[in-house]
DNA sequence: GTAGGGTTAG
C-alpha cells in the first residue's frame, strides 16, 4: 500500500517537472516496484536528462527489477533520440526476450520509429508490419520515416494503404505526405491534397502545414506563388516558414527574393548562424562578392560563428566523434592515408574538389588550404574510419550536426560507387542514403 | 492496486 502512495506522489513531482523532489522521495522509499522505477525513469526522459535515464535503466537492469512496456517504449524512445541503434537494437532484444513483443502499440511503434531514426528503415519496415493493430501513430512513425529517408514514393504508397485499411490521416500524416510531394516534385498532387486536408478530412492547416506549402512550391520554383501562401497565411508565419523559402531561393537562386526573405529574418532570428551560410551561399552562386563580404561582416558585428561540423559514427557500440581536419582519432593514420586514396580514385572519375561555397569565420586562407580543409570535412573522416573498421560490405552509418555541404554530397556518391558501399548520411534534415553513385534525397536538400 | 509511454515540415 505504501509503495503505491508514494509512486503516485513520485508521479506527481514528475509531472509538475519538480525531478528533484521526485528523485529525493524515490531514493528514500524502502520498497520499489517497477512503477517506482518507471515514475523516476519517465521524469528523468521527460526532463531530456539522457545520461541518468540510462544509467537508471542500468541500475534497474542489475537490481532484476521487472521491466514492463511503459519502461522499454521510455528507453527505445531514449535510444531513437540519441540516434544509438546498436543501443536499441540490444534493448529490441530484451523486449523479445522478455516476451514484450505485441504486448503495447505503443511499445511497438517506438521501436518503429526508433529504427527509423537511427537509419535503419528496413528493419523498421520489418517491425512496422508485424504490428497487430496499427493504429494512426504507427502509420505515422512510417510514413515520417519514409519520407525522412528521402524513399517518397514508398512514403506516398505507405498512405495509400493506410487509407484502404480504413485509418483516417491526421495533421502529422499531412505533413509528411506534402513534404514526399514535394521531394517528387509532384505539385498538383500536393495542391490538390492540402485542400482535400481540410475540406475531407476537417483538419485544419497549422503554420508547419503552410511551411512545407512553400517548401513545395518553392523547389518547384514557383517562389512567387511559394511567397503568397506566406502573405496569406491566418496565422503568424514562423521562422521555419521563412526558412523554407529561403531554402528555396538558394535552389533558384534568386537574389531580390532573398533580399526580401533575409530582412524577414533578420528580424525574427538574428542570431541564427544557418541563415547566414544559406544567404552566402545564394550571394556567391550569383557572384556578388559585396555581398557575401556584407554577411561576413554583418555576422562578426553581431557575433554569429557558423558551427563547426561535427560528425559521429557507432563503432562497436560506441561513438567516435570528428571535427574537420581533426586528427584526435587513435587511427588519424590509416584514416588519413584511406581518405587520400578515395579521394585520388573518385578524382579518377570527375570528381573536382568545389570550394566555392566555403564560408570562412575569420581569417582568409589559401585557395591550397581551403581545398585541403574540404577533403577533410568531417563526414568523410567518419566515413573513412567505418571503412576501416566495419565488416566488408557492411552499411556505413555516420550522423552529422549540420546540413552536409554539396561537395562532401558530390563526393559521398562517388565513394559510395567505388567502394560498392551502402553509405547513410544524417543531416538534421534528413537521411541520405548513397550506393552506387547516387542518393536517395535525388540532389533534393 | 498507482500512472505512465509512441508519430510532426524545411
Redesign the pocket.
Known sequence: ?H??????MV??F??CGRIDEAKHLFEQMKER????W??IL?GY??GGLKVESFNLFREMHEADVEF???????I??LC??LLALEHGEKIHGLVIKKGHVN????????L???Y??CGAIEKARIVFDM?ND????????MI??Y??HGYSKEALILYEKMQREGIYP????F??V???Y??TGLIEEGLRISISMLEDYEVEA???????M??LL??AGLLEDAKEVIEKMPIEP???????LL??CRVHNDVDMERFVANRLFELDPQNPGHYVLMSNIYTAAGRWKEVEDIRQMMKIKGVRKDPGISWIEINNELQIFHAVSKMHPQTEEIYCTLRHLTLRIKGLGYIPDTTFILQNVEDITKEEEEESLLQHSERLAISLGLISLPEKSTIRVFKNLQTCSDCHTATKLISKITDRHIIVWD???FHHFENGECSCGD??
Open positions: 500500500m509503495v503505491i502512495l508514494h509512486n503516485v508521479s506527481a514528475v509531472s516496484n517497477t512503477a517506482s518507471n515514475a519517465v526522459a521527460k514492463d512496456a511503459l519502461t522499454m517504449a521510455t527505445i524512445n531513437a533520440s504486448s503495447s502499440v505503443v511499445l511497438e511503434t517506438a518503429v520509429d526508433m527509423a531514426k504490428v496499427k493504429n494512426i501513430v504507427s502509420w505515422n512513425a515520417t520515416g519520407s525522412k491526421n495533421e502529422v500524416t505533413l509528411s506534402l513534404a514526399a514535394s521531394h497549422k503554420a508547419e502545414h503552410d511551411s512545407c512553400v517548401d518553392g523547389h514562423q521562422v521555419s516558414t521563412w526558412g523554407a531554402g528555396a538534421t534534415n534528413r533534393y536538400w
